[in-house]
């Protein structure tokens, strides 16, 4: 009853915050790991602890398959050279160099240090989402660090698998790990597939229906479960389902259901984030009550020098990366990326984009509780996440100002033209038909080309008279309820009718959800 309490409480504290960050204008992923800090200082939270295979099937397939969700392969491919310097080489550097403070400054085994070093070194794209979104910023660069955040955790997780072998298996880690290798990548890429397509089967059958929204959870959560029992890659396997989904999925389902879905699903994704810190803060005020105070203040200095590696290893090797572009320039830009070099700016930007999350809460959780180095291990994870969260997240914003990046203005005039071209197949369509009504449909669609000129739906004089006329007939509605002169049945019928009638009407930023 306690942590059912407890939780209530934090989501409390959550809805707070998620006011205050977007008063201060913050990534709201910041807001929560204070939150998770002042769990970990409250005296009378309780004593928690959760299965590690749990831990990783329950926080992070969720938020992978959103995030995948809007990530097509094609785009991947585009941007393949700093998709694999960031996500491959810059994880694995990080993963080394963090390893290697562990030997030397914690004396943690090699195995442990290397576990440690996997666990800090993917960055959490959504909390530099939550910012950068507001941002005009170049697509590429966001596509980069959305990809980034994608392929970063299944490499990853590979090495943490290797080394948690290693540690609780000396001697077996090798012929444990390289049929993952060789298998478990391309096995789960086609799990993820096949499921996908047995997915769109079984949707299909509950169209229209809560049971939808239900089976996507199932399929998620079963194809990390099944990928997990196969030893194949989880995520990879994930982000093969997100994809081809993403493809196929919205052109075979409703509009009704496809709101359902995206509001569904981000609010899951939200509670689990509270979720995470909630146990990261738990969990580190355990192991604080239980290292004596020499043995403390040992841990949290070398939790600190692990943040400062972690940041300081994105920074030189983004910077890097970007000066060697940047001097081969004609060669990258002609050969090789399809597209303009990065500036410094964008590689400042990208650099201070390293805000770690969920992915490394919940693999800081998965660790046995026998693993050795455990404490000084989850302590470090979750100083990492805190430090960059509250440091990166919270100076973001006016990073982005004093680097004056210009605007990419490219959405807007492809969203822009998209639509003037659906518009025109419209008015195509209905050209054979004439009446009053046909006449009516015409001129609210020329009226709409004509105001289209960025990537929200535009608002017409059409759209204002219907929103003002939704207004009195749901002020009557509500009246009539009020009054007895409609039973709740028909209230609710009607009221549904008015609400998907508003979100045609509405503009798109308007009927977005926001924290």
């Not at 090699?110 to 996997?118: H, I, M, S, T, Y």
């Not at 290798?181 to 229906?209: C, D, E, N, R």
């Not at 990046?405 to 822009?416: M, Y």
């Amino acid at each position: 009853m306690a942590l059912f309490e407890i939780t209530l409480l934090l989501l409390a504290i959550a809805v707070v915050l998620m006011q205050l960050a977007r008063r201060l204008r913050v990534p709201y992923p910041a807001m929560l790991a204070l939150a998770g800090g002042c769990v970990a200082a409250l005296p009378f939270a309780p004593h928690l602890s959760i299965e590690p295979r749990l831990a990783l099937a329950l926080f992070v397939a969720p938020a992978v398959m959103d995030t995948a969700f809007e990530m097509p392969p094609r785009e991947m491919l585009r941007i393949w050279l700093p998709l694999t310097s960031l996500a491959v080489v810059l994880v694995l550097l990080t993963t080394a160099a963090v390893a290697w403070v562990g030997v030397s400054v914690a004396g943690l085994p090699l195995a442990a240090a290397v576990a440690l070093g996997a666990i800090v070194a993917p960055p959490d794209a959504a909390a530099a989402a939550a910012v950068l979104r507001e941002f005009n910023l170049p697509r590429r660069t966001m596509a980069v660090l959305q990809g980034e955040s994608l392929l970063n955790d299944a490499v990853a997780l590979l090495a943490f698998g290797l080394a948690v072998t290693a540690a609780t298996h000396p001697g077996g880690a090798w012929s444990a790990v390289l049929p993952r290798l060789l298998f478990a990548v391309p096995g789960g890429a086609l799990l993820g597939v096949a499921v996908a397509l047995f997915g769109m089967y079984s949707i299909k059958k509950v169209a229209g229906t809560l049971s939808s929204i239900i089976v996507q959870f199932l399929l998620t959560f079963g194809t990390w479960i099944l990928a997990e029992h196969l030893s194949l890659s989880p995520i990879v396997a994930v982000v093969a389902l997100a994809a081809v989904a993403a493809r196929y999925a919205p052109s075979r389902s409703s509009a009704r259901d496809r709101v359902n879905t995206n509001a569904v699903w981000a609010i899951v994704v939200f509670v689990l984030n509270v979720l995470a810190f909630l146990l990261m803060g738990l969990q580190a005020r355990l192991i604080v009550s239980q290292l004596p105070a020499d043995e403390l203040w040992h841990a949290l200095a070398f939790a600190g020098i692990v943040l400062a590696v972690v940041i300081g290893v994105r920074f030189a090797w983004v910077m890097g990366y970007g000066f060697t572009v940047r001097s081969f320039r004609h060669f990258f830009e002609k050969r090789v990326l399809g597209a303009p070099v990065p500036t410094a700016s964008i590689g400042v930007l990208v650099s201070w984009c390293g805000m770690r999350g969920l992915v490394t809460l919940a693999t800081a959780f998965a660790l046995p509780p026998e693993f050795p180095g455990r404490n000084v291990i989850v302590l470090s994870a979750f100083a990492v996440v805190l430090g960059t969260l509250v440091v990166q997240g919270f100076t973001i914003r006016p990073l982005i100002a004093l680097l004056r990046i210009a605007p990419d203005e490219s959405l807007d005039h492809d969203v822009a033209d998209a639509r003037s071209a659906m518009l025109d197949a419209a008015l195509g369509e209905i050209a054979g038909h004439s009446g009053a009504a046909a006449d009516a449909v015409r001129a609210e669609y020329a009226a709409a080309r004509k105001a289209s000129a960025g990537s929200a739906r535009p608002e017409t004089e059409y759209d204002a008279l219907r929103l003002l006329g939704l207004a009195a007939e749901r002020k009557l509605l509500t009246e009539w309820r009020w009054k007895g002169r409609i039973l709740d049945d028909v209230y609710h019928l009607l009221e549904d009718e008015l609400d998907r009638a508003e979100l045609h009407a509405a503009p798109l930023g308007t009927t977005s959800l926001e924290g």
